[in-house]
């Protein structure tokens, strides 16, 4: 038997199995209650599109940058002054 399947069988015995805000499908309620609004392959895939960038600031710390233009701010070491 496939893991998908045992957990078809133990949704279908839950009779408050929330639906999945992507796909429609039924998730178990306990990641509900974590706070999850999707099921483990939608939110799987919703993981693998977010990018982290970690960047080391010169005689300082690292840096969570969001995008480009956090890096190249004009407050840059190198920056014209």
Request: with cysteine; aromatic share 8%; proline share 6%.
């Amino acid at each position: 038997m496939t893991t998908n399947y045992l957990l078809q069988q133990r949704l279908a015995a839950e009779d408050d199995a929330p639906e999945c805000d992507e796909c429609g499908e039924q998730y178990p309620s306990g990641r509900k209650r974590l706070g999850y609004s999707c099921c483990l392959v939608c939110g799987e895939r919703a993981a693998k599109e977010v990018k982290h960038t970690i960047v080391p600031l010169p005689k300082s710390n690292y840096i969570y940058a969001h995008s480009s233009a956090d890096v190249l701010s004009p407050y840059s070491h190198k920056g014209n002054r």
